[in-house]
């Protein structure tokens, strides 16, 4: 087996399986007799490990992927892919853009970790490909971006929270609830929680503006240009592919990933999101649950950054989740 795995040092959160648990998997997914030619890890993410396989007998790849050691895993997000797993049924209106499953095991008989084989998806990663458009051009990719992110929040919930679970009554319940999670995670990786602990019990104490959100709504919780593909030599930008849905959750559309980033930075390209999605914010009690919805992303950003060893993005974030709680304060 040809196989190229990226170089990371021992005590880097993210590891490679060995050659012999690739072969193990692929047996166990595909047969006894499966043999696997090659298998390159892909680069680009930051939590999961992935592999480009080649298989005898099959000219098409496919890509598996592999969840973190169930230790090494967060509070807050516990099993990603297993929640995955459980909103696939859920992402029917999308269902055209995903991968399809090919095989998965959370049975941790044949190595310890959840791993899944999944359909490797036609065209190129737009996080390559994007930029190599005129930025007027990339208005496209936006809009479209826009019209799916749309299209997911129009699917309702059973409740609020993971879509694998637990669900929640209220929404409040679900936010400050992965809140103390991330608190928790941060104290167990020896960071200081004492600003988002202000922040959130702050909030805590208008969540009567939190619970006006009643209806639970599908959110991707990770939808943008990273985990998108676009169909290759395009005259425009086309979105031709969705993944790693993982951080799926039900909740206010308005707190999702997508319409977060594309309020962050208004003026440009990015725009033309709204072109298709809508309009967002407009009372005075949206705009106060955009800010505890910042926090949250401010949040999960901290652990991200710790994982990868990004000091000054901390600091950075720190002082974001400081800003946030001021403004709280002043409305």
């Known amino acids: 087996m040809d196989y190229a795995p990226i170089d990371r040092d021992p005590g880097e959160f993210q590891q490679a399986l060995s050659a012999a648990e690739i072969k193990a998997v692929a047996r166990a997914a595909f047969g ?16 999961n490990n992935t592999y480009r396989i080649d298989l005898a007998g099959d000219d098409r790849p496919v890509v598996l992927r592999v969840a973190p050691e169930p230790g090494r895993q967060a509070k807050a997000d516990p099993e990603m892919m297993r929640n995955e797993h459980a ?11 995903l ?6 095991d959370f049975t941790h008989q044949v190595i310890g970790r959840d791993y899944m084989f999944q359909t490797l998806l ?20 936006f ?6 992110a749309r299209t997911v929040h129009g699917v309702r919930g059973p409740g609020f929270g993971r879509v694998a679970g637990p669900v929640h ?12 999670h991330a608190c928790a995670d941060l104290t167990d990786a020896g960071l200081d929680a004492r600003d988002i602990t202000r922040l959130v019990r702050l909030a805590g104490r208008e969540r009567a503006v939190l619970d006006e959100v009643t209806e639970p709504r599908l959110l991707h919780g ?9 169909a290759e030599a395009a005259p425009e930008p086309l979105i031709t592919g969705v ?64 994982r990868l060893g990004l000091a000054d993005r901390m600091a950075e974030t720190y002082g974001e989740i400081r800003d946030l709680t001021a403004r709280l304060a002043a409305l």
């Open 32 to 47: 006894e007799d499966a043999v696997v030619l090659s298998a390159a890890e892909l680069a680009g993410g930051y939590y």
């Open 87 to 97: 909103g696939v049924p859920y992402l029917a209106p999308v269902a055209g853009l």
């Open 99 to 104: 991968p399809h499953t090919l095989a998965i």
């Open 122 to 141: 036609a065209g190129v990663p737009a996080g390559e490909a994007l930029s190599a458009y005129p930025e007027p051009a990339r208005a496209a990719y």
């Open 143 to 148: 809009r479209q971006l826009g019209d799916i």
């Open 169 to 180: 009554g209220r929404w409040s319940e679900a936010l400050f609830t992965w809140f103390d």
């Open 222 to 230: 990770d939808l943008w240009v990273g985990n998108t593909m676009l």
């Open 243 to 306: 993944f790693d849905c993982d951080r799926l959750w039900w909740g206010d559309p308005e707190a999702d990933w997508p319409v977060y980033l594309a309020l962050r930075k208004p003026g440009g390209e990015r725009d033309a999101f709204w072109e298709s999605y809508g309009p967002v914010g407009r009372t005075e009690s949206a705009r106060w649950r955009a800010l505890v919805y910042e926090a949250r992303h401010a949040t999960a950003l901290l652990h991200e950054f710790h």
